[in-house]
């Protein structure tokens, strides 16, 4: 696997593979990478003929007081875990390579932007969408990999494609899950023991109203009632959003129908995590 630090290295490497390589798949990452990040790997590996990675802190999809300084960091192990799944190309530049002094021009998705964690988290998916442009100028790959864990993430993407033409295809990969049922995210590694069990009751409650929908109903508010009866009742756990929206606009709907996105947000002591799913 080669370890490319420079834009003009990355971006000279991959304008001349894309004649010669055919497909190539790109798994954007902020390393700390668990089996979540290895699935969109894998997923690749199996439709592309060369995969590239990235590890790059965003520090534009962090606010202030957020847990950028926090955030794990584990480089050495992510990239043993990235040549053992035959990825070639791995892109991991310092902040000041992607953002130099005097670089001011961001993307902004408006409306899906602002919606679920967009409306939490003011600013977040600028800095989403603008990192995301760039590494796609850079890598020029001609499927990118992101993983429906991060559903809102997912949409304001999709929608970022379509609007600004980037020749590539979006790949929505399946929520990897602890055998306990909570999803993977490199944040779970701030719980401690209680924090981790508390944790569950964020799929706890995915999981009643997905049952409740298979039973026949389909009233959001009553099925969102439902959820929160859940996580009101559990100890540690603050709700910060319960939603159910249209997977792509994430705006409200009324009745759920197939693929409507049914997603939860909570901080649970101060680790903020998130888990969804899509109706049946
Ligand atoms: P990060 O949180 O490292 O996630 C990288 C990719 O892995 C995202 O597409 C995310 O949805 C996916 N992923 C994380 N946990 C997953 C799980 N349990 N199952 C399946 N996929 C999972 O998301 C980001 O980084 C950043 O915002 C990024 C897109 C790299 C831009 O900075």
Request: net charge neutral.
């Amino acid at each position: 696997m080669q370890i490319v630090k420079s834009v003009a290295e990355m971006q000279s490497i991959c304008r001349k593979l894309r004649t010669q390589d055919g497909m190539r798949g790109f798994v954007p990452t902020m390393g700390a990478l668990h089996k979540g990040h290895i699935s969109l790997i894998q997923r690749a590996r199996t439709e592309c003929q060369t995969v590239a990675a990235s590890i790059f802190v965003n520090p534009l999809q962090f606010a202030p007081g957020e847990d950028f300084a926090q955030y794990p960091r584990t480089f050495e192990e992510d990239c043993r875990l990235l040549e053992a799944e035959g990825v070639a190309l791995l892109f991991a530049p310092e902040a000041r390579e992607m953002y130099p002094d005097g670089a001011v021009t961001t993307i902004t998705v408006p409306g899906i932007g602002d919606r679920l964690d967009g409306a939490s988290r003011p600013g977040h998916f600028t800095g989403v969408a603008t990192v995301v442009a760039k590494l796609f100028h850079i890598v020029a790959p001609h499927r990118a990999y992101f993983g429906q864990k991060d559903a809102a993430q997912l949409a304001v993407l999709r929608q970022m494609v379509q609007d600004l033409n980037f020749d590539l295809e979006v790949v929505g990969c399946a929520i990897v899950r602890d055998t306990d049922g909570l999803a993977l995210s490199s944040r779970n590694k701030y719980l401690n023991g209680l924090e981790r069990e508390q944790a569950l009751v964020l799929h706890q409650a995915l999981v009643r109203i997905a049952k409740s929908i298979a039973g026949g109903e389909r009233e959001s508010s009553t099925l969102l009632q439902i959820g929160r009866n859940i996580l009101d009742k559990a100890t540690g756990v603050q709700v910060d959003y319960l939603a159910i929206v249209n997977a792509e606009s994430l705006l409200p709907v009324v009745y759920v129908e197939k693929g409507t996105l049914v997603a939860v947000a909570a901080y649970v002591g101060r680790t903020r995590l998130i888990d969804n799913f899509l109706a049946a």
